[in-house]
């Protein structure tokens, strides 16, 4: 029977066990800090009674706003949000309104896409992958790509935040 559970998405279910190892080796001075992957809201809830997160790093982008409630409470916190696929990983974004966004000013979809990730939160790193040296220079011109008000209501028209 085909498991129907999905390897991108966090499953429910205690962390303590594993954070307890590596609270551990914390404590022994062999690492900085203890971030978070793939998690629920109840298992960031779960570790910040064990320990300070420093980081989080769950599925998001422009198309995919799960979580995004969370992302200022993080933020509020001081707590970084890394967003993994941000460009949509397996399957790259694809997106009429971002394509009209990207033509407007001159950019490329993905350039977009980061761009609008950075506008999103202050707490925001990303790590965009690519094996491709012009997509890097792409994706660090991004940085300078300041997304004006109608662009940003057309891109939150993509997706509804998740609540
Ligand atoms: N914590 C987790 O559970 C988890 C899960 C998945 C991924 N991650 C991490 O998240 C990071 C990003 O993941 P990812 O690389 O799979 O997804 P991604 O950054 O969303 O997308 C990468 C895809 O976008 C393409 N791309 C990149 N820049 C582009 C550009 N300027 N124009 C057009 N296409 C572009 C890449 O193709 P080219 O190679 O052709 O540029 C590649 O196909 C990685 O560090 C990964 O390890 C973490």
Known sequence: MRSMIDPMQP???????????????????????????????????????????????NMYNVANRNNDAWIDSLA???????????????????STQLNAVAQSLDAT??????????????????????????HLRENMASLQLTLPADALAKLNAIAAPAV
């Not at 307890?20 to 080796?25: N, P, Y």
């Not at 350039?111 to 040296?133: D, F, H």
């Open 109 to 134: 979809p993905m350039q977009v896409a980061l761009a609008w990730l950075l506008q999103r939160a202050p707490n925001i790193l990303l790590i965009p992958g690519t094996s491709s040296p012009h």
């Open 11 to 57: 499953a429910e279910g205690s962390i303590a066990e594993p954070l307890e190892a590596l609270i551990a080796l914390k404590e022994r001075g062999l690492l900085r800090h203890i971030d978070l992957s793939n998690v629920t809201a109840q298992q960031i809830a779960e570790a910040q009674e064990m320990t300070p997160i420093a980081c989080v790093q």
């Open 76 to 94: 509020a916190q001081g707590i970084a949000w890394v967003p993994f696929f941000p460009l949509g990983g397996f399957s790259p974004l694809q």
